[in-house]
């Protein structure tokens, strides 16, 4: 089934440092959806991104996509400790199901 | 609005016994899913509900799983028997209209079966 992929599996950085995750995923989407999730709570939806879209952006998130190499990026500029957290994409498939399946998430450690 | 409430926030039960775990969903919203969520396999969607109605519930594990959602402001997953296995946090997420768009999620259930 599909499903995104995140990477890495974790990132550690400094404050004030940019952190970029990237998904990729297999079949043809129709929306690519970017989640956090903070320790010991529910994910929380933070950007939506459709096929026909390129680059989203939200405060200090910045969200590009790039169909022909099936692959998705998510980039926080100037971290806060507040940003740790464990980020999901969520990727439907245009060719089947269009419910939405997770990938295994990046875990960010941001350092004060 | 309250956002998306789940209960019981922890469940400790011992293995065997049926164990109920409830949702609301956002006032307003079509569709409702249930997820699991492990170390070991990440987040699973166990079954999807749109207009009260399971749409997909290829998720679910085994028979000993069921979910209801007698009306559009409630909804339950059901496990009978537990088993030790069956330890994880459960999500219950609601959205607007579709599979496709945001979900709102709860703040999950914390089941640990002994």
């Known amino acids: 089934s599909q499903q995104g992929e995140e990477d890495p599996q974790a990132l550690s950085i400094q404050e004030g440092e940019n952190a970029t995750m990237n998904c990729s995923y297999k079949?043809?989407?129709?929306?690519l959806q970017w989640y956090r999730q903070n320790s010991g709570r529910g994910l929380v939806h933070l950007i939506l991104?459709?096929?026909?879209?390129r680059e989203k952006h939200s405060g200090r998130l910045r969200v590009t996509l790039d169909t022909s190499k099936k692959s998705s990026s998510l980039l926080i500029t100037a971290s806060r400790a507040a940003d740790t957290a464990s980020y999901f994409c969520?990727?439907?498939?245009?060719?089947?199901?269009?419910?939405?399946?997770f990938g295994r998430g990046t875990s960010l450690i941001v350092h004060p | 609005d309250a956002g998306v409430i789940q209960s019981p926030r922890h469940e400790v039960t011992e293995m065997g016994q049926e164990v109920t775990l409830r949702c609301k969903p956002i006032?307003?919203?079509?569709?409702l899913f249930w997820y699991r969520q492990t170390m070991m396999r990440g987040l699973e969607l166990l079954i999807y509900?749109?207009?009260?109605?399971?749409?997909?519930d290829s998720g679910m594990p085994e028979d000993r799983f069921s979910a209801k959602m007698p009306n559009a402001s409630f909804s339950t997953l059901k496990i009978q028997p537990s088993e030790p296995r069956d330890s994880a946090v459960y999500f219950c997420?609601?959205?607007?209209?579709?599979?496709?768009?945001?979900?709102?999620f709860g703040p999950g259930t914390r089941l640990t079966v002994l």
């Open positions: 997420a609601s959205s607007p209209s579709g599979a496709y768009n945001e979900q709102f």
């Open positions: 079949t043809s989407i129709n929306n």
């Open positions: 991104i459709r096929s026909n879209e």
């Open positions: 969520a990727t439907d498939s245009s060719g089947g199901s269009y419910i939405p399946t």
């Open positions: 006032s307003g919203h079509n569709s």
């Open positions: 509900f749109n207009n009260n109605v399971p749409i997909d």
